[in-house]
Structures are given as C-alpha cells and as structure tokens.
C-alpha cells in the first residue's frame, strides 16, 4: 500500500486575500499623508511665528542742558562771516539773543530768516540777534547764506566749538535770551518764532523802564 497522500487530499495554500491587501495599505497611506500635513502646518506655525523679544536694554541717558537761567554771560569774542570780530561784552544794556545753528539743522533753516526778519525790524537801539554758527567751515556757512539770501543778520563763526562748550549746547538750535545787564534771563530749546522774539524783548525792555 503506498504512503503517498493524494495530491486532492493535501491542504492548498491560499495566497494574500487583494482586499486584505487593500485593507492594510489604505489606513498606511491615511497615516502618511496625514503626518505630511501636520508637519507642513508645523513648519507654516515656525515661519509665521515672531522672533522672540530680546531682553530689556538699558539706554544711556540722554545728556540734559547746563541750566544757565539767571547767570551773568561770560565774555567771549568770535569772528563774523563778514570777517569782522564780535566781542559781546561790548553790547551791554541791550537785549541780546545769543542763537546756536548749523546749516545741516533743518530747524535752524526755517528759523534763520525768522531771525533775519525780526533784526530788520528793530529800531537801531533795540534787540540784537548774534547767530552762532557751530562747528563749520566758513565756506559751508557762507553757501548757505547764499542760498537762503540772508541778510542784515550777524553771523559768528564757532569754527572749534569753544563757545557752543561754554553754553552746554548739546542740541541745536537754541538760543538764550540776555537781558541788558548781561544776565541768561530765558534759554529756548528748538526752533524760536517771530511771536516768541517779539514777546521776549517786550518782557525784558518792560523791567527796564519800569
């Protein structure tokens, strides 16, 4: 009797079911594309988000003016544009506006024939204006006279600084306001308008005569 089971009574093997197949790739591809989109949204998040805010820092203090309100002037002298030499202790008894500019100020560019225009129309014992440029050369000054066609305004030349030193001046323009005494009755930080010389020379002219 053989021993040979019969080809119809061995088991047959089954190859992997297609819808199994199915059933195991589809979830797989749902979990790669999914975690494809949330890194996309990660990176978007990264991008968009805003750096982070450094620490606080601490800024130096900003320099404030030498108060010079109710002290005697200090003589100085300093050459014109003209090429003449202002010595403004020879000027006492009048009200002196002692002006600090530079040409690159646009400030001191709007204030310039303000001041030009308040010089033409005082009487010839009234208040003076002294413009005192900062630390440039004489051609430099000299084009910007040109330029804007001031006139009738003296103009000094602080070429070294020494004088613009002397009064604190850290920011332009300003312009302190002397009564006949020769005392800094008033300094006025920023521009300075027709009104406010008008007004100036009025307060102090008025102690004068009363």
């Known amino acids: 009797m053989s021993d040979e089971i019969p080809e119809s009574a061995q088991p047959q ?6 819808a199994l197949v199915m059933f195991l790739i589809v979830p797989l591809i749902g979990l790669v594309v999914a975690g494809g989109v949330i890194l996309r949204q990660e990176n978007v998040i990264r991008a968009t988000q805003a750096p982070a805010t450094p620490g606080a820092i601490t800024l130096p203090p900003m320099p404030t003016p030498i108060s010079l309100a109710d002290t005697p002037l200090v003589d100085f002298a300093l050459p014109t544009l003209t090429g003449d030499t202002v010595n403004i202790g020879d ?3 009048r009200v002196i ?3 600090f500019w530079a040409t690159w100020c646009v400030p001191c560019q709007r204030e310039m024939p303000t001041l030009a225009q308040f010089v033409a129309e005082q009487p010839p014992d009234g208040a003076l204006v002294f413009a005192v440029n900062v630390e440039e050369p ?6 910007f006279v040109r330029e804007y066609g001031i ?3 003296p103009i000094l030349l602080d070429e070294a600084g020494t004088v613009s030193s002397q009064f604190g ?3 332009l323009p300003v312009t302190f306001v002397i009564d006949g005494t020769g005392v800094i009755r008033y300094p006025k930080y920023g521009e300075i308008t027709l009104q ?4 100036y020379t009025e307060a102090l002219t008025g102690e004068g005569s009363s």
């Open 13 to 18: 093997r089954r190859g992997i079911s297609p």
């Open 151 to 153: 006139s009738g305004l």
């Open 138 to 143: 004489r051609d430099v000054v000299e084009g």
């Open 97 to 99: 506006f002692l002006n």
């Open 91 to 93: 000027y006492r008894g």
């Open 196 to 199: 406010e010389l008008t007004a």
């Open 169 to 171: 001046v850290f920011q």
